[in-house]
């Protein structure tokens, strides 16, 4: 099945991961102790985040590190940063709206 | 401003966005501003676009007709049939673009608005169910993209005078 990186992100445990490996490279392990949850279900998420290459590997003697694909998430970003600006400007004036509401029933 | 809270996530998978904000004035007045015609005009519409109401009928079975207009003239028309209200709680609505004779073009998306007041703050979380990529995408092909930063930039300036 071909994933998509809207799904990588839609999980908050993929969402927590991608925080975390952002700041460094870190093994599934350490990764694995930031969250209460197995192993397998880190490596699961660690897989589907590498098939949408959210994440890329990289061994280090016997040990595999993931870190962050950051042109990946650049691209996430800017789609959705998109629409969060039209709320963002459709809520900042309502704000304006309220406020004079307010200010003309006071 | 930046206290007020703002969360935005789209599950593109579930084909579901998530909006949630919190507003800082009584929930009555919240819910007014959200639900009559006069007052969803100012700031609907992204600046420089307007919003026209062209007509709207709050209750069950009811519609709201409106355009979106650019800044030269362009109107991109869209209906909002209400399906479910519940007074200053919650109200539910679909959502379809429309030609300018109100003949609409399925499929649309179906809007669940909920409010809640909390410590004379106002929080009102939207997710809007099965909003396509494609319909994403339309939005910004209708240039709602386009001054953006400006008119936020002047925004939070114009809302920092108003707090004082």
């Not at chain 2, 599950?11 to 507003?23: H, L, Q």
Request: with cysteine; charged share 30%.
């Amino acid at each position: 099945m071909r994933r998509d990186i809207f799904q990588a992100v839609a999980d908050p445990t993929r969402r927590a991961i991608i925080v975390l490996i952002a700041m460094q490279a870190m093994t599934p392990n350490a990764i694995a102790e930031n969250f209460n949850t197995t192993r397998q279900a880190v490596s699961k998420h660690l897989r589907i985040l590498t098939e949408c290459e959210l994440v890329k590997q990289e061994q280090r003697g016997r040990e595999i590190y993931y870190s962050l694909e950051i042109d990946k998430m650049k691209e996430i970003d800017k789609w959705i940063e998109q629409f969060r600006k039209i709320w963002e400007t459709r809520f900042n004036q309502l704000d304006e709206v309220l406020s004079t509401i307010k200010k003309q029933r006071k | 401003m930046n206290s007020l809270l703002f969360d935005f996530t789209v599950d593109k998978a579930a084909k579901t966005v998530r909006i949630t904000r919190e507003f800082d004035a009584a929930l009555s007045l919240v819910w007014d501003a959200f639900t009559t015609q006069e007052i969803l005009d100012q700031w609907w519409a992204p600046k420089p676009w307007a919003s026209r109401t062209k007509h709207m009928d709050f209750k069950v079975g009811g519609r709201r007709f409106y355009a979106m207009v650019s800044p030269e003239g362009q109107e991109n028309w869209s209906i909002q049939d209400y399906t479910s209200i519940s007074p200053k709680t919650n109200f539910k609505y679909l959502s379809v673009f429309a030609d300018k004779d109100e003949n609409p073009f399925l499929p649309g998306s179906n809007w669940d608005l909920s409010f809640s007041e909390q410590h004379g703050r106002t929080s009102v979380s939207i997710t809007i169910y099965n909003e396509s990529l494609e319909r994403m995408e339309k939005m910004l092909e209708m240039g709602f993209k386009e001054g953006f930063t400006m008119t936020l930039n002047e925004l939070a300036e114009l809302l920092t005078t108003l707090k004082k």
